[in-house]
């Protein structure tokens, strides 16, 4: 499964979430940084943290969300994906 995180530098919500998702070994991440290209900082600016799974952006989870709970939310949208 194939994740894209859009972070910037010093965001703490995308830190936190990245950290958390780089513990489930069954994904492959992608970070892109908002600040690398204009149209995802215009795009993305007030939305980091911002994950899609293939195409489909999916809910931003809860900062309080554990590993697991991350991890059973991503089945989730993946089986709906298949």
């Known amino acids: 499964m194939k ?6 530098p010093g965001c703490h919500l995308c830190e936190g ?8 070994h069954t994904i492959e991440l992608e970070i892109r940084d908002i ?7 215009q795009a993305y600016q007030y939305e980091i ?4 799974l293939e195409e489909t952006m999916l809910p931003r989870p809860s900062p309080r969300s554990t590993v697991q709970q991350l991890e059973s939310m991503l089945q989730k949208y993946m089986s709906s994906n298949a």
């Open 3 to 8: 994740l894209i995180l859009y972070s910037k």
């Open 35 to 41: 600040t690398m290209r204009e149209d995802w900082f």
């Open 17 to 24: 979430l990245q950290e958390k998702l780089e513990q489930i």
């Open 49 to 52: 943290p911002v994950l899609y």
